[in-house]
């Protein structure tokens, strides 16, 4: 009798701890990867998906100093429930360990093949990496301008990453805004300027109304935001 109480207690015992264990410790066995914890799921907030002027855009047309006119065409647009994993050093023991999510992920692409140009505009809720189990987040902008040739060989124009909601993410990164800038005789308001990571003297501005308003391109040629189709 008394070892059936024994073993009536330690299976009671056991169903409570595993009761009590957050569900935060279970790894998701239908993660893609193999991790030590699952923080669940990010959603965008639903004004966060409008944050960017590319909704409907067909085509941006960019004219050069001659009126020599290009057009990215929106080859895609993708919204994904992503997949992401993250390795972070446990502070108390030292360990490495493996995090997993998922999050909302809204992706345009624009091309154009003659001057190989491509635009990536993404919007994505991302995480605190500091302390990933607290799952401070805010939902970004990142814009990607590539154009790749010959001579020069591939090269990034630049990389803009912007906060479009700050939501519980702890740390504020400030972005400097140009009261009006003009570029080949058109006046653009609260401007931000992006300076190519590879060097070489690439940049593009960016302002919320038009997106990219102006660039200087991988073979030093200057084109400026006209319109959208």
Known sequence: MIRCHKLIFAIILGC???????????????????????LGYFELLPESYTATPYDGVNQIIFQDSMGNEIALNDSVEIVMHQPVSYSHTDSTDYTRKKYCWYQDRKTFLFTNDSLKLTLRVSIF?????????????????????????????SST?????????????????PTLELDSITCLDKVFYNAQYVISPSGGGFYFYYNSTYGVIAFKDAYGKKWRFERFE
Not at 17 to 36: G, H, K, Q, T, Y
């Open 16 to 38: 409570f701890l595993l009761s009590c264990r957050n569900d935060e410790e279970v790894a998701d066995p239908d993660f893609p990867i193999a991790c030590d914890y699952s």
């Open 125 to 153: 809720p991302t995480l605190y990496l500091d302390s990933p189990m607290e799952k401070l987040i805010k939902d970004i902008l990142s814009i990607n301008l590539k154009q790749e040739g010959g001579n020069p060989i």
């Open 157 to 173: 124009i630049g990389n803009f990453v912007k906060t479009i909601n700050q939501r519980t993410y702890p740390t504020l990164i």
